[in-house]
């Protein structure tokens, strides 16, 4: 009996290493790496240029309290990750992972509002469905009720909008008047609350896990940020999946040209060599909350030097080997290839997502977009069959068990077309 547990009962190969875009088992068995782990190993496994970087950290410091030391290391990712970040955003607060860089956001943004007199602001709207993260703060702000009920108890509940799943209303995601629409529900939604309440709204620039790529429709993305001005609310995009590079752009939200307030990243940031995220806020807002008492949050791993040794030469090499613009060239021809399959297989009812963030939906019937009539044995069998043949896909069941299913392909930002 293993002593491990995590979510599922389903055991799983054990892994002996990783090479670029595959992976091996104990048994010498070969997988492609078909959704970088969890959208995490975007410049792909084993990176000479990471290692060294993180051996050369390792013989100097592997820890160094943040309270207690600056480190070169810390001091460079986040002048590098400032000057990838749009205008404005040039404060970097470091952390392990996605949820935390989404509860640091959440606190950020409580905090700005605080320092500037508007402490009657907490609501924090967001999507339906969505994921923030499992820890309770981001969970309060995720939209997906089997994560969250059994949680409601212990959480403030925060209003949720539609997420503008297009497909699924059967609107078309080029028409503006389909943006305005799920972009208006914000407006309606907060008039609802009372805007003297609402003190952000968050959402995935891509969609992840919970909506499977969901690209946002035309004009959406603007109106979102129209709407918060106008009621003087925070705009946090949580690109903890969507950036990096991995849409074809470092931020998922460069596609439209909008900024946020604030941005929080992980996954591919430390690109599955460390765990590693961050938390981007505006420089003035920052200062606000510095000069009123300091930031009251943090985690005792935040900023720890060999993490971001790891993260910059990371970022080194997605620049020099150009890895945004092939994943936005390969996403294209992989896109373009499961749509084919589209042709093959009647029961693949959707193909969408930017660059390397793709993913495709299981229906019953394309025009309704029903589920699956045999929505998790078919689920399952595509699994286990790919599985089979030595390919990992990244598999969700948001939809929820009645209403089937979506699989996110993402594979490292270093495929070619070979492995395409
Ligand atoms: N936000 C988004 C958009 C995510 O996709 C995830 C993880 O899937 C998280 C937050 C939480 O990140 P983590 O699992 O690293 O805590």
Same mark, same amino acid.
Request: with cysteine; glycine share 12%.
């Given at each position: 009996?293993?002593?491990?547990?995590?979510?599922?009962?389903?055991?799983?190969?054990?892994?002996?290493?990783?090479?670029?875009?595959?992976?091996?088992?104990?048994?010498?068995?070969?997988?492609?790496?078909?959704?970088?782990?969890?959208?995490?190993?975007?410049?792909?496994?084993?990176?000479?240029?990471?290692?060294?970087?993180?051996?050369?950290?390792?013989?100097?410091?592997?820890?160094?309290?943040?309270?207690?030391?600056?480190?070169?290391?810390?001091?460079?990712?986040?002048?590098?990750?400032?000057?990838?970040?749009?205008?404005?955003?040039?404060?970097?607060?470091?952390? !392990?992972?996605?949820?935390?860089?989404?509860?640091?956001?959440?606190?950020?943004?409580?905090?700005?509002?605080?320092?500037?007199?508007?402490?009657?602001?907490?609501?924090?709207?967001s999507r339906m469905p969505s994921?923030?993260?499992?820890?309770?703060?981001?969970?309060?702000?995720?939209?997906?009720?089997?994560?969250?009920?059994?949680?409601?108890?212990?959480?403030?509940?925060?209003?949720?909008?539609?997420?503008?799943?297009?497909?699924?209303?059967?609107?078309?995601?080029?028409?503006?008047?389909? $943006?305005?629409?799920?972009?208006?529900?914000?407006?309606?939604?907060?008039?609802?609350?009372?805007?003297?309440?609402?003190?952000?709204?968050?959402?995935?620039?891509?969609?992840?896990?919970?909506?499977?790529?969901?690209?946002?429709?035309?004009?959406?993305?603007?109106?979102?940020?129209?709407?918060?001005?106008?009621?003087?609310?925070?705009?946090?995009?949580?690109?903890?999946?969507?950036?990096g590079g991995r849409t074809?752009?470092?931020?998922?939200?460069?596609?439209?040209?909008?900024?946020?307030?604030?941005? !929080?990243?992980?996954?591919?940031?430390?690109?599955?060599?460390?765990?590693? $995220?961050?938390?981007?806020?505006?420089?003035?807002?920052?200062?606000?909350?510095?000069?009123?008492?300091?930031?009251?949050? $943090?985690?005792?791993?935040?900023?720890?030097?060999?993490?971001?040794?790891?993260?910059?030469?990371?970022?080194?090499?997605?620049?020099?080997?150009?890895?945004?613009?092939?994943?936005?060239?390969?996403?294209?021809?992989?896109?373009?290839?499961?749509?084919?399959?589209?042709?093959?297989?009647?029961?693949?009812?959707?193909?969408? $997502?930017?660059?390397?963030?793709?993913?495709?939906?299981?229906?019953?019937?394309?025009?309704?977009?029903?589920?699956?009539?045999?929505?998790?044995?078919?689920?399952?069998?595509?699994?286990?069959?790919?599985?089979?043949?030595?390919?990992?896909?990244?598999?969700?069941?948001?939809?929820?068990?009645?209403?089937?299913?979506?699989?996110?392909?993402?594979?490292?930002?270093?495929?070619?077309?070979?492995?395409?």
């Amino acid at each position: 009996m293993s002593h491990l547990f995590y979510q599922s009962k389903s055991p799983r190969p054990f892994l002996e290493r990783g090479e670029g875009i595959y992976m091996y088992d104990v048994n010498g068995r070969r997988y492609l790496d078909g959704s970088s782990g969890a959208m995490v190993s975007n410049i792909g496994h084993s990176n000479p240029a990471v290692l060294a970087a993180m051996r050369a950290q390792m013989d100097k410091s592997t820890f160094g309290y943040r309270l207690h030391f600056q480190t070169e290391a810390s001091e460079a990712l986040a002048t590098k990750t400032a000057e990838l970040s749009p205008r404005g955003l040039d404060r970097v607060f470091f952390v !392990s992972g996605g949820s935390e860089a989404v509860e640091s956001a959440l606190k950020m943004a409580r905090q700005y509002k605080l320092a500037i007199g508007q402490g009657s602001r907490f609501k924090v709207i967001s999507r339906m469905p969505s994921y923030h993260g499992s820890t309770l703060g981001a969970l309060a702000v995720t939209g997906y009720d089997p994560l969250t009920v059994p949680f409601a108890p212990m959480m403030h509940e925060m209003p949720k909008i539609p997420a503008p799943r297009a497909y699924l209303d059967g609107l078309d995601i080029n028409d503006p008047a389909t $943006g305005l629409h799920y972009a208006n529900m914000l407006e309606q939604k907060i008039i609802e609350e009372g805007p003297e309440t609402v003190l952000a709204f968050i959402l995935e620039p891509v969609g992840g896990a919970s909506t499977g790529a969901l690209v946002p429709p035309a004009g959406y993305m603007q109106r979102i940020r129209e709407i918060c001005d106008a009621y003087d609310i925070l705009l946090i995009h949580d690109e903890v999946m969507s950036g990096g590079g991995r849409t074809g752009k470092f931020w998922g939200a460069d596609h439209w040209g909008t900024v946020p307030d604030i941005i !929080s990243i992980s996954k591919g940031f430390g690109g599955g060599y460390v765990p590693l $995220g961050a938390m981007i806020a505006r420089g003035d807002m920052v200062e606000a909350v510095l000069e009123t008492g300091g930031f009251q949050h $943090g985690h005792t791993y935040a900023g720890n030097p060999l993490a971001c040794a790891a993260g910059l030469a990371l970022i080194g090499e997605i620049e020099s080997n150009n890895l945004i613009a092939n994943a936005a060239c390969m996403g294209d021809l992989l896109k373009a290839r499961l749509k084919g399959l589209m042709n093959r297989y009647p029961f693949i009812g959707d193909v969408r $997502g930017k660059g390397l963030l793709l993913a495709f939906e299981l229906v019953s019937d394309r025009v309704t977009m029903e589920p699956l009539a045999a929505g998790l044995s078919a689920y399952q069998r595509l699994v286990d069959i790919a599985y089979d043949e030595g390919l990992i896909i990244y598999s969700r069941r948001t939809r929820g068990g009645l209403n089937g299913d979506h699989f996110l392909v993402c594979p490292p930002m270093i495929i070619g077309e070979d492995g395409i």
